[in-house]
């Protein structure tokens, strides 16, 4: 079933919610990436028109917040820090683990659809770095064998 038929009842639903309220585009958006995961494409047309907004300033604010998907996402979220003190800890060779374990860029998903990678400028765990986290929690003091204990753990309840 195309994107439309299949979210536009959900969309419409969140967009009568707000209707009227100022500011009502990112909670909009919130509130349909938590219904349905993630903000499709045929959400864009319709919250512009219920908002009288561009398509073009909708598009603007999705792509600036890093938090907001335009695609399904994998059934894991992986969040590794980039933050300085995760730097000086080694976070940048457990990021190159990750893309060549994964075969994935820093913003991609595994092919198998298992696990998306994403990078975050601090997870507030500077302490116990370098730290990581998965599906909302924090995994901190991480080795290469932990990492990858982890990924074997994503991979077998895929």
């Not at 028109?49 to 996402?73: C, K, M, W």
Request: charged share 25%.
């Amino acid at each position: 079933m195309p994107d439309v038929e299949l979210h536009l009842p959900v969309i419409n639903t969140l967009l009568e919610r707000h209707k009227g309220t100022p500011g009502a585009l990112l909670p909009i958006l919130h509130d349909i990436q938590e219904r349905i995961g993630y903000v499709p494409d045929a959400a864009v047309p319709e919250i512009a028109h219920a908002l009288n907004l561009s398509q073009a300033e909708v598009r603007g604010v999705i792509s600036f917040y890093h938090d907001f998907r335009t695609a399904p996402p994998a059934r894991h979220i992986l969040r590794l820090c980039r933050a300085e003190s995760c730097q000086s800890r080694g976070a940048e060779q457990l990021a190159a683990q990750l893309r060549d374990r994964l075969q994935l860029d820093d913003h991609g998903s595994s092919a198998d659809g298992s696990i998306s990678l994403r990078p975050v400028y601090c997870l507030g765990a500077c302490a116990c770095s370098p730290a990581l986290e998965l599906d909302g929690r924090v995994h901190a003091r991480l080795s290469a064998e932990r990492l990858d204990a982890l990924l074997d753990a994503c991979r077998e309840d895929a």
